[in-house]
């Protein structure tokens, strides 16, 4: 079993970067949307921060949704529904969450440097049944699909932020709500067939993965060393310390 890293043990020790963005999706109606989240080794962080979105990452992560998530500086960035493919990046500090930590933790172990999370929804929402929710709503309301990265209206977008490279690992997150099922099927479909992908999948499923952050304490240690096995049983971990 590895050590279970406090989360103050971790803050100095990678910086955490958001795309935080709003989406008019009818004259009065708007949504709070993040797009990728980049948790980087500290000293790796440049000073100009656009650059970071051109690393090629050690590991892409792809979970629910960004949650409670929120930037640590006043962003105002809108975007029409209508022209969502034009959507720029423009990354911001963000404050970390617990479940960012867990992912920290994972970093450490495996020496990853760089982790890129991506979600199955851009929608801020900290409540899952709201979000689950909102999600139904702007598609079957609104015909707005695009809150997803996986949407074919924004496969630019994605092929720039999975990357290309066959040998960085999809490590799949997202947790086992069925209502993500119309979500995830959208995900994987854009998954390359020679792409490493990893996770802790639900037994009798291919599609539910666990999320990093389970209730209770014992059931965060265990994912973080179930992950650690997993990885170094496929030999990409450099060194478990």
């Known amino acids: 079993m590895v050590p279970f890293i406090p989360a103050a043990d971790l803050k100095d020790k990678f910086g955490i970067f958001g795309h935080f963005y709003s989406v008019e999706v009818t004259p009065t109606f708007f949504v709070e949307c993040r797009s990728v989240l980049e948790i980087i080794a ?13 690393r090629k990452p050690d590991a892409v992560f792809v979970m629910m949704n960004p949650g409670s998530s929120r930037p640590l500086v006043e962003v105002d960035n809108r975007i029409h529904a209508e022209a969502i493919e034009d959507l720029a990046i423009s990354l911001v500090p963000t404050k970390p969450d617990t479940t960012q930590y867990q992912v920290m933790r994972l970093m450490h172990y495996c020496d990853w440097r760089h982790v890129r999370v991506l979600n199955l929804s851009d929608l801020r929402c900290s409540k899952s049944v709201e979000f689950f929710k909102q999600f139904r709503q702007l598609e079957a309301l609104h015909s707005f699909d695009a809150h997803s990265l996986f949407s074919s209206r924004r496969k630019r977008e994605l092929t720039s932020k999975l990357t290309r490279e066959r040998t960085i690992p999809i490590v799949c997150a997202w947790g086992l709500g069925a209502e993500l099922d119309p979500l995830i099927e959208r995900c994987q479909s854009t998954f390359d067939k020679s792409r490493i992908v990893r996770g802790l999948v639900q037994e009798g499923t291919t599609h539910r993965y666990l999320h990093p952050l389970p209730s209770l304490q014992r059931q965060k240690l265990l994912w973080v060393n179930q992950m650690v096995e997993q990885l170094r049983s496929d030999s990409m971990l450099v060194d478990v310390r």
């Open 42 to 54: 500290t000293e790796l962080v440049p000073k100009q921060l656009s650059l970071i979105s051109n």
